[in-house]
């Protein structure tokens, strides 16, 4: 189980985890309740108001993986978007071709992702950041992010992908370092 680490704060432009939107959009469904308890809701998006990191000296990474990839420009410009103007984030990477980008003997180059850099890559199909398949070194993986610094980590892929977020996220418990695992 990886480690919980302690909680950086209120974040001033926050959600409230108990922050709700009701489904109805018409009169009618909303003016049949009585119990304001009663409304279908779903959670709402946004940056939470308690989070781990301090988010103008985080650095995040985005890994693509697997085989067939269509549409996932658009959760790379969503996740950029969100962390560089929602939470503050100025530091995103891209790494290239899955995990293997982290494996410095490829030689894959790393993206420096922006807003200006993802405005329009949801028009196009795939991913930006090319994917591969096959496993890699977890330790190789959470030394590279070690030596960057990223705190962040969002895996995007299939059911390998998230087996491989699992072994990075156990070798990062297993270091005791303060690195979160998305998938």
Do not use: W
Request: charged share 25%; net charge negative; glycine share 10%.
């Amino acid at each position: 189980a990886a480690q919980v680490s302690d909680t950086y704060g209120e974040y001033a432009g926050c959600v409230r985890d108990a922050s709700k939107s009701r489904y109805e959009t018409l009169v009618e469904d909303v003016s049949c309740r009585t119990d304001a308890l009663s409304f279908p809701a779903r959670e709402v998006a946004g940056p939470r108001e308690k989070i781990d990191f301090e988010p103008t000296k985080s650095r995040a990474a985005i890994v693509t993986c697997g085989g067939l990839c269509p549409g996932i420009n658009n959760v790379i410009r969503g996740i950029t978007l969100c962390l560089y103007h929602q939470y503050g984030v100025r530091k995103i990477y891209g790494f290239q071709y899955g995990y293997e980008g982290f494996i410095p003997k490829y030689k894959h180059d790393v993206i420096s992702l922006t807003p200006d850099l993802v405005d329009n890559i949801h028009e196009r199909g795939g991913t930006i950041l090319a994917s591969s398949r096959g496993e890699q070194s977890t330790v190789e993986i959470v030394d590279c992010l070690d030596r960057m610094d990223i705190n962040l980590l969002f895996t995007i892929g299939g059911d390998g992908t998230m087996r491989g977020a699992l072994a990075i996220a156990d070798e990062i418990a297993k270091r005791e370092l303060n690195i979160s695992v998305i998938g």
